[in-house]
């Protein structure tokens, strides 16, 4: 089967056949990110009020807006770099659905969810800074219903995306043990393109 072109100006561009180092620094980035985001999350909300749960909270915030750059870098990076065809061999065509949606949900939620979370922390009418360094401007009005809404829904989608990720990977440890193929290898730091073939 041929591999799907694409078009960049007037020049036809074929996939790459692996990923590239800069896409693997941002995707083990973005994990290292989600994964510092909701461990914060989940400790501050337990902690009583004080100055230090309020540097927590400021450095949750710092870090969802980081996640939310590094996935959008990632999203420009795939388009201008192309991504590898998806290995189909053994799976069936619900399960590269699934895939699809969950790597499209994945991106939604890393880039919507700090969006939602700056609305509720904004409508708080609390003062925001990105890791003690810089102001964070608030892009919404003070209010407490407004607050209560954002910050419940961003809750929400927390834990949508927890199992967004459940599923993410589920799906690549099965193609790894259970299928055998390289789609988890591929996207590992220390694997060379041999090891991945």
């Known amino acids: 089967m041929s591999r799907p072109q694409r078009m960049v100006g007037k020049r036809v561009r074929l996939p790459p056949e692996a990923y590239d180092p800069v896409a693997k620094t941002l995707h083990w980035l973005m994990a290292a990110a989600i994964v510092v985001m909701i461990g914060l999350g989940l400790f501050m909300v337990a902690q009583p009020p004080s100055l230090s749960t309020f540097r927590l909270f400021d450095l949750h915030k710092s870090t969802g807006l980081t996640l939310m750059v590094l996935a959008i870098l990632r999203l420009g990076w795939r388009w201008h770099r192309g991504a590898p065809e998806p290995l189909t061999q053994g799976t069936k065509r619900w399960e590269l659905w699934l895939a699809h949606v969950v790597h499209v949900l994945l991106y939604v939620l890393m880039i919507g969810i700090p969006i939602i979370g700056w609305i ?27 607050q209560r809404f954002f910050l419940g829904l961003h809750d929400w989608l927390n834990w949508l995306l927890v199992f967004t990720l459940f599923l993410h990977v589920a799906g690549a440890l099965k193609r790894h043990f259970v299928l055998g193929d390289a789609t988890l290898r591929r996207m590992l730091p220390w694997t060379t393109r041999e090891q991945k073939e």
């Open 120 to 146: 509720g922390a904004s409508a708080s009418g609390l003062p925001m800074t990105f890791f003690g360094i810089a102001p964070i401007p608030s892009i919404f009005p003070s209010g407490e219903m407004q």
